[in-house]
């Protein structure tokens, strides 16, 4: 069965400074994974998917993450975080079948202090 | 274009009490579903609908009935709320073809 880890329940960075927000997966075949954001009070928002085109993939406001499958991970980063990047993140993966059904990790809250 | 839209956006509720929540999605998608976010815990998925007259069991089923209604509709009925129910409810839908699912703005219900 596919599943997530992220390694961090909590990150604190400061702003200006660089995210780094990890994942692991498991899987018996190469997987579609996502990176999700929910903001407080929020519905989960798209942050970016990998679906095997290409290891380094780009999301919107100017997160990325690039798929290892040596390391079996899918690290999320930022280069500069922004007071706004405050939120919870997850992890995803997909599972096989038509039913396309999303794993979620435990997610990672992350803070930007001023 | 509203996107999937949740109704209430807030319920409590007393314990052996029912109630249905509600979700629409305007995007013409193929599949729908139900999701629980606990603390702690991600989402779980509760019920799909792979397409209109389908709808299947996922991780956490027990305690809810779901009826797909027509294509751009899919609710989740509790029968007999229970203080373990508390949570926020997610919708969310996805086009055939496509991974990416559509999340609506989540139901936050209280059991007491």
């Known amino acids: 069965a596919q599943s997530v880890t992220q390694l961090d329940s909590h990150v604190s960075v400061s702003e200006g400074t660089p995210v780094l927000l990890r994942c692991n997966y498991s899987s018996s075949y190469s997987p579609s994974l996502f990176w999700y954001v929910q903001h407080p009070n929020k519905g989960l928002q798209l942050l970016l998917k990998?679906?095997?085109?290409?290891?380094l993939v780009k999301g919107i406001n100017g997160f990325e993450a690039e798929f290892k499958k040596s390391e079996t991970s899918f690290h999320l980063t930022k280069p500069s975080a922004h007071m706004s990047d405050a939120a919870e993140y997850f992890c995803?993966?997909?599972?096989?079948?038509?039913?396309?059904?999303?794993?979620f990790g435990s997610g990672t809250q992350l803070t930007v202090l001023p | 274009n509203a996107g999937v839209t949740q109704t209430p956006k807030f319920q409590v509720l007393k314990t052996g009490q029912s109630m249905t929540l509600q979700c629409a999605q305007d995007?013409?998608?193929?599949?729908m579903y139900w999701y629980r976010q606990d603390p702690g815990m991600g989402l779980r998925l509760i019920y799909y609908?792979?397409?209109?007259?389908?709808?299947d069991k996922g991780e956490v089923p027990n305690g809810y009935n779901v009826s797909r209604l027509n294509k751009r509709e899919f609710s989740l009925r509790l029968e007999s709320a229970a203080p373990s129910q508390t949570s926020v409810y997610f919708c969310a839908s996805r086009v055939g073809g496509v991974d990416t699912q559509y999340f609506g703005p989540g139901t936050r219900l209280t059991v007491l």
């Open positions: 609908s792979a397409s209109e007259g389908t709808t």
């Open positions: 995007m013409n998608h193929n599949s």
């Open positions: 995803v993966v997909i599972t096989s079948g038509s039913a396309r059904q999303l794993t």
């Open positions: 990998y679906t095997s085109a290409a290891t």
